[in-house]
């Protein structure tokens, strides 16, 4: 029962995921003054937690490089508030989703009932031990059905990665070995790409990939080892086992209309460019 969890990730994440590679996302920021790319991203993603310091938001990030995080952050509070932010944000949610899926999909009632299957969802998660979810939690629901989606699904998948970076932790992962391990992995960012989004340095990373191979989760050739694959199931199995009371409380018929409707909207969103090419292996 606990896979269904693994399963709404993979079909609904791209529904909030998209708001990181949209253009409308980088012009909003940048019409605050907030620098491109990672001062951009540290800012739009913390903000529910209002202006907290480089500190929290590299522990609740958890794969970034706290020395990244540190050159963008509080800075970035100083050129925009949180509240100003998010509203940059939300509203860079709004014109991506009406471009992506065009103003017929928006207006449909598989949109309508997928919101409201997502909120309802969201209803179960409680922040005990989930910062990240927490800051988004507080925030005011949007109106607008699509909106609303973009929100709940926020929610959602917040709420499963507090879990994942405690199930991370009981591994004995640091953030940059997990991100290191997970490149390695079909569906992982590309090693090149982690690097880059994440901030670490070709030396940091091989010393990640150097402890991975002391513990025989990679090879010498830096592939992933049964001893990794078997590690990250449990830390998979792990994470959806922590993730699953939104899926317990909606029930299994209606989680699989949530997965099934999420699913045509994430495909719909990756054919109109959502992603970007060459991220992910």
């Known amino acids: 029962m606990t896979k269904i969890a693994r399963r709404a990730k993979q079909s609904l994440e791209l529904i909030h995921a998209m708001i990181y590679f949209a253009p409308e996302a980088a012009d909003g920021f940048a019409g605050l003054g907030l620098a491109p790319g990672r001062m951009s991203y540290y800012a739009g993603r913390a903000a529910p937690m209002g202006p907290v310091g480089a500190g929290v938001v590299a522990a609740t990030f958890y794969n970034f490089n706290?020395?990244?995080?540190?050159?963008?952050?509080?800075?970035?509070?100083?050129?925009?508030t949180p509240d100003a932010v998010l509203a940059a944000r939300l509203k860079a949610a709004d014109e991506a989703l009406r471009r992506m899926l065009g103003e017929d999909v928006i207006a449909s009632e598989t949109v309508a009932e997928t919101?409201?299957?997502?909120?309802?969802?969201?209803?179960?998660?409680?922040?005990?031990?989930?910062?990240?979810?927490?800051?988004?939690?507080?925030?005011?629901?949007?109106?607008?059905?699509?909106?609303?989606?973009?929100?709940?699904?926020?929610?959602?998948?917040e709420f499963r990665g507090d879990a994942?970076?405690?199930?991370?932790?009981?591994?004995?992962?640091?953030?940059?070995q997990a991100l290191a391990l997970h490149s390695t992995t079909s569906g992982g960012f590309t090693p090149e790409a982690a690097k880059k989004?994440?901030?670490?340095s070709d030396e940091?990373?091989?010393?990640?990939s150097r402890q991975l191979r002391e513990r025989g989760l990679v090879d010498a050739g830096d592939e992933i080892t049964d001893a990794g694959l078997a590690l990250r199931e449990e830390i998979e199995s792990a994470t959806d086992a922590m993730s699953m009371a939104p899926w317990s409380a909606l029930?299994?018929?209606?989680t699989e209309v949530l997965i099934r409707n999420g699913g045509r909207l994430s495909k719909a969103l990756a054919d109109a460019g959502a992603m970007p090419e060459g991220l992910r292996r």
């Open 164 to 176: 994942h970076i405690a199930a991370l932790q009981q591994a004995e992962l640091s953030g940059v």
């Open 204 to 208: 940091q990373w091989a010393l990640a």
């Open 115 to 157: 919101a409201e299957l997502a909120r309802e969802a969201t209803t179960a998660c409680t922040p005990d031990g989930k910062p990240l979810y927490a800051g988004h939690a507080d925030l005011d629901w949007p109106d607008e059905p699509h909106l609303k989606l973009w929100h709940a699904i926020t929610l959602l998948r």
């Open 197 to 200: 989004l994440r901030g670490w």
């Open 66 to 80: 706290p020395e990244s995080v540190a050159k963008s952050i509080p800075r970035a509070w100083s050129i925009a």
């Open 251 to 254: 029930g299994e018929a209606r």
